[in-house]
């Protein structure tokens, strides 16, 4: 039965690395309905900016604020090149821009620091916490229970920010009816600003975990994939689905993988979660907390 | 009048010279790839194998008088486009492409009927299809120095060495991690008829695409108490494992992985986590070999070099691409032996692969004693070596655990033949009669 558990736990705390990714996208469709296909590429961009500045003498502390920094004039420029040109286009065409913009950030990520494969050390060490594994047998990593630690602090300072402060409540304002927000004077174009930059935040805080966790590469772009299923599970509106799905997904394709993968022949953990979101799809199709649409006929 | 027609004489004279000269060009098409998730792979080798390739232009003028020029095209490790890339190159130079080194099984796969057909021949440098190491049903592909199935029974070799005896392997369990992908699963049939030859039971665990998540694979290993890991990655998949297995406390010194997983790339991100584990490698690490002391001389001196990040040089990965130069240049220098010292076509190349011989004595002329190993190809062949050295990483460097451990070849040679058989079959195609080859020049 501990076994059981530690799979569990395992998962659980996968699940919240994935919730991490799965945050900056909950932001960007949130506030503006965009289902931002680029935000892989964001994480890997800041975890390449955050190493490749460190490799150029800055120390840890200067690299960090300087890689916000970029983040967020990269949000405020993404906000401004592609996608204030083309408000009132179709969903679907916004979307296609989030797929070429993926490319290009990728592009230009390796143009600008290259394409070598980084490590990156933030002084966790991702080895099993020797009291719980002495107690229970169990090993449970205390990188893994820091990532989850940090990621509580971000969902809370998040929640802070859209409920406590003027432009958070401006912000689900604009969440919940762009006309309306508009009507009342709430500059719209702004805010959209304002949240691709706090997505950049959040894809750094994504970059330097999964970085910490995986090595900094290309493979970090790949982490979105992951995240896929999360927002089906929880929401694409909701940052509190976007927890639950993680945990939900992280706890169930592991387990997966353990109890049922060796009956089929294993590797079923990239495929699990996406047949698990397809089966909530046709019962919840807004996800666990995502906000039920009601439409006139 | 009379000077724009002397300009003009001199323009067509010009363009002559020119054209005479691009005919006396050897051209090798550098299909890799510099970008997206393998670009540390495809950057390292095709940096050490222009590099080489540069060299010899510089300090030899080329091979045989004959310079040696390329051009790069970018795969991305991608199928499709590693096809585009070579219809794209298979005519340019005077006798169009010599050689394709696809640098990816998935490629090799694609372009085994078409390289046939064009009469290029693919050079897959441990990587590819195994069986094509029968060069009477795969005459046109050439998998040197050491395939798979190869590497993996020496990897069972250095296992039982470890254990004191082969006799000692009998009732170890052995976990097979592989990237759940062809190139993955290749080893399977191999390890499986190994468990059964020396009594030990092996357990395959897969882990899907591309690997950057592991903690149910490893959980799995802790459940399973394995004595030894086989770790058979590809780029993010090989950290995470290292990673991962740190955070179940399996230790690092009883996983071996294959040669795609033990470059500085794969163990330099996992930090602490590397420590102690040990990787199959069919070259060595390390710039001071006289054949890289070459390069910087001919190469960096001059600016040419590829590697923009110079500490690379010297790694397991560009001394792989060195490794492609050599067999490259090498095959090139036995093709001209027969066909004289001018552009060998694909056809010709193909005829200087299949006798290509570099012994020690060859190995030491190059600067490259200990290097990589003897490699002796034939018709019959197109592996050429098969043995392998065991490297383990001491948190900084790859350090050479054995000398050169040979194949179980009893077990390997007709699991190969009876694969290419059925490929022939499949193919309906005849296989060669390696008795009615002509004999080296």
Known sequence: MSFFFEVLIGGLLSGVMYSLVALGFVLIYKASGVFNFAQGSLVFFAALTFVGLREHGFNSALALLATLGVMIVLGLLIERIVLRPLVNQPQITLFMATIGLSFVIEGFAQLLWGANVRGLELGIQ?????????????????????????????????????????????????????????????????????????????????????????????????????????????????????????????????????????????????????????????????????????DRV | MKSVK???????????????????EQFIPMNGYWVGPYAAGGSGIFGGFIDYINMINARDGGVGGVKLTYEKCETEYNNARGVECYEREKKKGPTGATVIHPLSTGITYSLIDKAAADKIPIISLGYGRTDASDGRVFPYVFPLITNYWSQNTAKIKFIGMREGGMDKLKGLTIVNIYHDSAYGKETIPILDAQAKKYGFTVKHIPVPHPGNEQGSQWLQVRQIKPDWVILRGWGVMNPTALKAAAKIGYPRDRIIGVWWSGAEEDTIPAGDAAKGYIAAGFNVAGANFPVIQDIKKYVYTKFKGEMEDQTRIGSIYYNRGVV??????????????????????????????????????????????????????????????????????????????????????????????????????????????????????
């Open chain 2, 324 to 441: 492609h130069g050599i067999v490259t240049v090498e095959a090139i220098r036995k093709g001209q032996e027969k066909f004289g010292k001018k552009p060998l076509t694909g056809e010709q190349m193909r005829w200087g692969i299949e006798n290509l011989q570099i012994s020690e004595a060859r190995l030491k002329e190059l600067g490259a004693t200990g290097f990589m190993q003897p490699l002796k190809v034939s018709c019959m062949d197109h592996e050429g070596g098969g043995a392998v050295k065991f490297l383990q990483w001491d948190g900084n460097k790859w350090n050479a655990i054995t000398d050169w451990i040979q194949p179980d070849r009893e077990l390997v040679r007709p699991m190969i033949e009876q694969s290419a058989a059925a490929y022939a079959k499949e193919k309906n195609l005849t296989p060669r009669d390696c008795t009615k080859e002509a004999p080296p020049a």
């Open chain 2, 6 to 24: 002397s300009a003009l004489l001199g323009l067509a004279l010009l363009g002559v010279a020119a054209s005479a000269h691009a005919q006396n």
């Open chain 1, 126 to 294: 991702d080895e099993p916490i020797e009291q719980i594994t002495t107690y229970t047998g169990m090993n449970v990593s205390k990188f893994d229970l820091s990532a989850a630690g940090i990621a509580a602090l971000l969902v809370t300072g998040l929640a802070l920010f859209f409920s406590r402060t003027r432009i958070g409540r401006a912000l689900r304002a604009v969440a919940d009816d762009h006309q309306a927000a508009l009507a009342v004077g709430i500059p719209l174009q702004q805010i959209w600003g304002i949240v691709w930059a706090v997505a950049g935040f959040v894809a750094l805080v994504a970059g330097l975990l999964w970085g910490a966790r995986n090595g900094v590469q290309f493979a970090l772009t790949f982490v979105a994939l992951k995240a896929l299923p999360v927002l089906i599970l929880g929401g694409f509106e909701s940052i509190p689905g976007a927890i639950v799905g993680g945990l939900i997904v992280g706890a169930s394709e592991k387990l997966a993988e353990v109890y049922l993968g060796p009956y089929v022949g294993g590797g079923i953990e990239g495929w699990f979660p996406y047949v698990l979101a397809l089966v909530f799809l046709l019962f919840r199709p807004e996800g666990l907390f995502g906000e039920k649409h009601i």
